[in-house]
């Protein structure tokens, strides 16, 4: 029987508590105490335990004198407490809810939740005092602003955008690999097999779609998947990539200038990683790493949200037309030189990833872009076409350095 369960059938609670279990109502409590001070998060976990303590003491010897909890009791509620309180405020009993994946407060202080993919709105409204507060915590410079925060993504969204919106996003730790996939039924064993050699031959992939969890997913998936002896270094800026592996570093740059991203891509690519992982989705960011990237040799994993293959491809294109004087030709070949194979990931009502087109990207001795779709995912079922897929040299690609020095120069000037 739970602490609050117990004290329901013992004693006479004051009628809020009979409306609701008594630990909610301390959680309630404790809650409007913290907001009414100022530096609570400047405190560490320690001060904020003993606080927690003697405001349990206070409550029980001024409101509920006939309740007598064990030390161990009182340590459990401070316990519970601080694992769900993240600072904001009456929003952190929804973001206690492991159904829920997200909040939105919007300008009027409606606070909606998503669940199951569909936002829905809550019975809770925000005063402009309680986003305000919320909001300062993060002290925002932009009028879009993005902040990771442990397991959450927040977004801020203030004027003349708009008036004070405020997006939570939980982050999820993705713990599937490739097999876990095959065991689901979201792939084939063959196609695992295929796309384990391309890991296993560092080959470079582009991975596309247009929802960006599931990208975020799939590329944690491939993370999962690469070699526990080989380094990973992942460089995002709009789809956190959490992972439980110490072979694989993340670097979030949504906050850098420009002149700070290329910074920090030049310090990466001295890391020498074994795989590149990389989610940009800021224009002018994912351009100059894209322009960049032909001197990079192979490990590259490229998250571009697009529709399709053919959208991905035009993008790609469409980069190198205006940023030099090239024919369209001359930039798909570019792309060519680049990547050696694209994946485009769906959704569908029977699997929670589904490749619904796999090409490998050549080019022709006319120098034309070469696209050749060896798995199909068609009416319910996958088309392969993977005879030659054995043919990847294991050891080729490991043996290459994974950025040339000219890239490292490039990346200097």
């Keep these: 029987m739970g602490i609050s369960d117990r004290l329901k059938n013992t004693y006479n609670l004051p ?8 630990n909610d109502f301390i959680t309630e409590a404790l809650t409007k105490k913290i907001s009414s001070i100022p530096v609570w998060y400047d405190y560490d976990y320690s001060k904020q335990f003993e606080l927690i303590l003697n405001f349990l003491d206070n409550k029980l010897n001024t409101e509920f004198e006939d309740l007598h909890l064990s030390e161990i009791e009182k340590k459990e509620i401070a316990e519970d407490f601080l694992k769900n309180n ?27 939740i998503l669940k199951n993919g569909i936002y829905v709105k809550s019975d809770i409204v925000l005063s402009s ?3 305000g507060e919320i909001i300062s915590r993060f002290n925002p410079e932009k009028p879009i602003s993005v902040i ?54 560092r080959k470079n992939i582009l991975i596309t779609g247009e929802d960006a969890d599931l990208l975020s997913d799939f590329a944690q998936v491939m993370i999962n998947s690469v070699d526990y002896s080989l380094r990973v270094v992942v460089v995002e800026d709009n789809m956190p990539i959490r992972t439980t592996f110490d072979n694989v570093s993340v670097f979030s740059v949504s906050s850098l200038e420009q002149r700070e991203f290329v910074s920090l891509l030049n310090t990466v690519v001295s890391l020498r990683p074994d795989n590149l992982v990389t989610s940009l989705y800021d224009s002018q960011k994912f351009s100059f790493y894209y322009l960049n ?33 090239c024919t369209e030709k001359q930039a798909k070949m570019k792309l060519s030189s680049i990547y050696d194979n694209i994946i485009h990931v769906i959704r569908s009502n029977d699997k ?35 005879e030659d897929s054995a043919a990847f040299d294991d050891g080729e690609a490991s043996e290459n350095k994974l950025y040339s020095d000219t890239f490292l120069s490039r990346l200097k000037k």
């Design 148 to 201: 990771c925060q442990d397991d959450l993504q927040i977004t801020i969204i203030l004027p003349p955008v708009s008036n004070n919106t405020i997006i939570i996003k939980k982050i999820k730790t993705v713990t599937e690999n490739l097999s876990d996939l095959t065991l689901q039924g979201d792939i084939t064993s063959e196609i695992e097999g295929y796309l384990r050699n391309l890991l296993i031959s």
């Design 293 to 325: 990237s032909d001197e990079l040799a192979s490990g590259l994993i490229t998250i571009v949200p697009a529709k399709g293959i053919n959208e991905v491809i035009s993008k790609l294109t469409e980069i190198s037309l205006k940023a030099s004087k």
């Design 86 to 112: 993240r600072g904001f405020g009456i929003l952190d009993k929804l973001l206690s809810d492991d159904d829920i994946d997200a909040l939105l407060v919007n300008s009027y202080g409606a606070v909606l």
């Design 129 to 131: 005092a309680q986003s």
């Design 352 to 386: 929670n990833y589904c490749l619904s087109s796999v090409m490998e990207v050549s080019s022709k001795k006319t120098s034309a872009l070469v696209t050749d779709e060896v798995i199909k995912y068609l009416d319910g079922v996958y088309v392969q076409d993977l």
């Design 15 to 22: 009628s809020i508590v009979e409306e609701m279990p008594f």
